[in-house]
């Protein structure tokens, strides 16, 4: 098939579209898990668009396209999408500003939906906002339930295949610090809490946590396709929860499974099952059926996660209880929506996984620790490579670009045996293009390193561990080249927000939007702000972006805020970006831990502070020092010691490296007063 461009891509979905009676059609980042990154063969908004940041989503009507991107993206996707599509920056959810649009545009037709990958969660927001704007009182609009995805119509074969060449393997629990029976109790625990009978689980990370095992179906994360069905079997209310009797069926790649069999088996005798991945609505129908078939007055419930179980699951729950024919093309979605909000054996809250995984053991945060010192070494390995090079001039005169040094940290990262891949692609950003908060270099369009703003946003998968870690500055020449006060100013501030953060002692039970403000303040104080949340969770050896930890000032409208809790791992990284011009973040992971005091007062409860997992010197030429308190600077001077400590003891005798280490750690002294600015350039 001849490759298409994004116009004439628009041309022939439109005509699939009219194909399928549809009238607009809503092209959603996801896969039937609902991950953040997806398998190759659900990128379809990517075909589409050309635009590949993690989340987008694309309506597509009769004379217009559109992509609602949020503030991470929206000077990437302008620049890759327009100017076919009318990009936009989310206003309130990716699902209302789609119907706010089909609003404004007096849509009035058949609006088509996959029920394979957008989530029951997101389905039933979506449907709120039609009842919101009113479209279900126009006589001709109607929603279509759709279980094919219309974009692989037109796309090449080859890209809607999966590889089947990668196996799964066990996670040791050298590093994992507990069996998958262990996890599987504490799981059998909440579901007796809720009486679940079944609980369904289709997030890839959750079923890599739980089995103890991890793949290479998805870029930069250790999943594997795969959904998981625990079934309590027999009574269980009167059971304690170590003698539940249970069932597990794995349904996944079964020629991927091989080499985990063995210890699958050797954990669960005769309690699990491996099915056919494709066997999963069919046998989720059976289990559910054989539960109510005996009884109809059965009280006990069904666990399906409405945020990460698609449609197609809440269908399926549908079908074990009504006829088929029942769901119609067009009006059948309202008597789904209706079953499943007056269902009294469903229950449709957040996954009990997520917040046991979580909270890391204390085999995970040592591993989370010795990995980010390995990680630590190697960015600032690469840091020192960046001001050597510079100096010498290297790095501007030998036409290196963005994609080169992203390679050349790849290498410094490689030269530890625990490490895998990277955890993310690497933002590796010149000049303007750091504005483009999730920029990705091509390695054969990527910018000329130049003197001037430079950010690095990068991350790791050890076996022990996964980092996500930020550095921003600016790349020095012999010509004299200096950063602008607005470099300064703005760095400054970040760095401030980001002290603050770290710095800040909170009562158990306070939510991650509570302190928020700590990191932004100093930027509020100049008119600044960012346009992306301060912190998320980091699982270990799986995803960078890991729930429920958040660390953000927006709230979504449906969900409760979780309360950190000790235990965690998340990162703080504020940043600025000036359009055009550059872009400014400063990341660090970090481990929640009980906080300590020097004194014997009576406390009105625990309290909790944040204790840095990731050491990596901050450019310090950049710091307008008089912007910073006393205790600001104190934390900085004492980071950089704690730095200096724990890189020295890794970095095997290579002591051009450690003399450079030393001094780009060294103590701030505030010395006599001076003229705004005083930095360490002058």
């Given at each position: 098939?001849?490759e ?13 579209m ?11 980042t996801?896969d039937?898990?609902?991950s953040e990154?997806?398998p ?5 908004r990517?075909?589409?668009?050309e635009?590949y940041?993690?989340?987008?989503t694309?309506?597509i009507?009769?004379t ?6 949020d503030?991470?993206y929206?000077?990437e996707a302008k620049k ?7 990009v936009?920056l989310?206003?309130k ?6 119907i ?6 007096n849509f009035n037709?058949?609006?088509g939906v996959d029920?394979d990958?957008?989530?029951?969660f997101a389905f039933?927001?979506l449907n709120?906002y039609v009842?919101?704007?009113?479209l279900?009182k126009?006589?001709n ?6 279980n094919t ?10 890209d809607i ?6 196996n799964i393997?066990?996670h040791?629990?050298?590093?994992t610090?507990?069996?998958s029976?262990s996890?599987i109790?504490?799981?059998?625990s ?8 079944l609980?369904?689980i ?5 079923i ?7 793949g290479?179906?998805?870029d930069?994360?250790?999943v ?5 069905l625990?079934?309590i079997?027999g009574?269980f ?7 539940i009797d249970?069932g597990i069926?794995?349904?996944v790649n079964?020629?991927?499974i091989n080499d985990?069999k063995?210890?699958?088996l ?5 309690r ?10 069919q046998?989720?129908?059976?289990s559910?059926?054989k539960?109510?078939?005996n009884?109809?007055?059965?009280t006990?419930k069904?666990?399906l996660?409405q945020e990460?179980s698609n449609?197609e699951t ?7 209880f009504n006829?088929k024919?029942?769901l119609?093309?067009?009006?059948g979605?309202?008597?789904l929506?209706?079953f499943i909000?007056e269902s ?18 204390e ?10 010192i390995?990680d ?9 490579y960046l001001?050597?090079?510079s100096k010498d001039?290297?790095?501007f005169n030998?036409g290196?670009?963005e994609w ?8 410094f990262r490689k ?6 891949y990277p955890?993310?692609?690497?933002i590796s950003s ?8 999730h920029?990705?270099p091509?390695?054969?369009k990527s910018?000329?390193i130049?003197p001037g703003?430079y950010?690095?946003?990068s991350?790791?998968?050890y076996?022990?561990?996964t980092?996500d870690v ?7 020449s012999t010509?004299?080249e200096k ?9 400054t ?15 158990e039970?306070?939510t991650?939007m509570?302190i928020d403000v700590?990191?932004?303040?100093s930027?509020?104080e100049?008119g600044l702000?960012?346009l992306h949340?301060?912190g998320?969770g980091?699982g270990?050896?799986?995803s960078?972006?890991e729930?429920?930890?958040s660390?953000s ?7 409760e ?6 235990g965690?791992?998340v ?7 000036e359009?055009?011009?550059?872009g400014?973040?400063?990341e660090?992971?970090?481990e929640i831990?009980e ?5 014997e007062y009576k406390k ?13 010197p ?6 307008d020092?008089k912007l910073?308190?006393?205790e600001e600077?104190?934390?900085l001077?004492?980071y ?12 095997c005798?290579?002591n051009?490296f450690?003399?450079?280490l030393v001094?780009a750690c060294s103590p701030i ?5 001076s003229?705004?600015?005083k930095?360490l350039?002058?």
């Amino acid at each position: 098939m001849t490759e298409l461009n994004k116009k004439e891509k628009l041309e022939k979905i439109r005509c699939v579209m009219e194909e399928y009676g549809l009238d607009a059609y809503i092209i959603h980042t996801s896969d039937p898990h609902m991950s953040e990154y997806v398998p190759s063969k659900y990128m379809r908004r990517e075909f589409m668009t050309e635009f590949y940041g993690s989340q987008g989503t694309c309506l597509i009507t009769k004379t217009a396209a559109y992509l609602i991107v949020d503030g991470r993206y929206i000077v990437e996707a302008k620049k890759t999408a327009s100017p076919e599509y009318e990009v936009r920056l989310i206003k309130k959810g990716f699902f209302y500003d789609i119907i706010e649009i089909l609003d404004v545009c007096n849509f009035n037709g058949v609006l088509g939906v996959d029920t394979d990958v957008i989530s029951w969660f997101a389905f039933v927001a979506l449907n709120k906002y039609v009842e919101k704007f009113g479209l279900d009182k126009r006589n001709n609009f109607k929603i279509k339930l759709l279980n094919t995805n219309i974009v692989d119509k037109i796309r090449p074969i080859n890209d809607i295949k999966f590889d089947n060449s990668n196996n799964i393997y066990v996670h040791d629990i050298k590093y994992t610090g507990e069996t998958s029976r262990s996890k599987i109790v504490k799981l059998l625990s909440s579901m007796k809490s809720k009486g679940a009978r079944l609980l369904y689980i289709s997030d890839l990370t959750e079923i890599s946590w739980i089995l103890n095992l991890r793949g290479s179906d998805i870029d930069f994360t250790p999943v594997f396709l795969s959904f998981l069905l625990i079934e309590i079997i027999g009574d269980f209310e009167s059971s304690e929860d170590c003698d539940i009797d249970f069932g597990i069926k794995l349904f996944v790649n079964t020629e991927k499974i091989n080499d985990c069999k063995g210890k699958l088996l050797e954990e669960f005798p005769d309690r699990i099952t491996i099915f056919p991945i494709d066997c999963i609505y069919q046998e989720l129908e059976h289990s559910i059926k054989k539960i109510y078939s005996n009884n109809e007055q059965v009280t006990d419930k069904i666990w399906l996660p409405q945020e990460s179980s698609n449609i197609e699951t809440m269908i399926t729950l549908f079908r074990c209880f009504n006829n088929k024919e029942k769901l119609c093309l067009f009006g059948g979605f309202r008597e789904l929506i209706k079953f499943i909000d007056e269902s009294n054996i469903l229950i449709k809250s957040e996954s009990p996984v997520v917040l046991l995984r979580g909270v890391k053991n204390e085999v995970e945060l040592s591993g989370m620790r010795e990995c980010h010192i390995l990680d630590g070494l190697a960015l600032s390995k690469f840091l020192h490579y960046l001001d050597k090079s510079s100096k010498d001039g290297s790095l501007f005169n030998n036409g290196l670009t963005e994609w080169d040094l992203a390679q050349k940290l790849l290498e410094f990262r490689k030269q530890h045996n625990s490490f895998v891949y990277p955890s993310f692609s690497t933002i590796s950003s010149m000049g303007e293009n750091g504005a483009i908060i999730h920029y990705r270099p091509d390695e054969f369009k990527s910018s000329k390193i130049e003197p001037g703003m430079y950010l690095c946003d990068s991350g790791g998968q050890y076996n022990t561990g996964t980092t996500d870690v930020t550095r921003s500055l600016f790349l020095f020449s012999t010509n004299g080249e200096k950063p602008s006060y607005k470099h300064i100013e703005t760095y400054t501030r970040v760095l401030i927000g980001f002290i603050r953060l770290h710095k800040t002692v909170f009562p158990e039970g306070t939510t991650g939007m509570a302190i928020d403000v700590l990191a932004r303040s100093s930027l509020w104080e100049a008119g600044l702000d960012y346009l992306h949340g301060t912190g998320h969770g980091v699982g270990s050896f799986l995803s960078v972006h890991e729930g429920p930890w958040s660390i953000s000032c927006r709230s979504g409208s449906f969900k409760e805020i979780p309360k950190l809790e000790k235990g965690a791992v998340v990162s703080i990284e504020p940043g600025y970006y000036e359009e055009g011009e550059f872009g400014i973040r400063i990341e660090n992971l970090v481990e929640i831990v009980e906080a300590k005091f020097d004194n014997e007062y009576k406390k009105l409860g625990n309290y909790l502070a944040f204790s840095p997992l990731t050491f990596v010197p901050i450019q310090k030429n950049l710091i307008d020092i008089k912007l910073l308190s006393n205790e600001e600077l104190d934390w900085l001077n004492w980071y950089h010691e704690q730095t200096l400590e724990k890189l020295e003891q890794v970095a095997c005798n290579d002591n051009e490296f450690l003399s450079w280490l030393v001094d780009a750690c060294s103590p701030i002294k505030r010395g006599i007063s001076s003229p705004i600015p005083k930095t360490l350039y002058q």
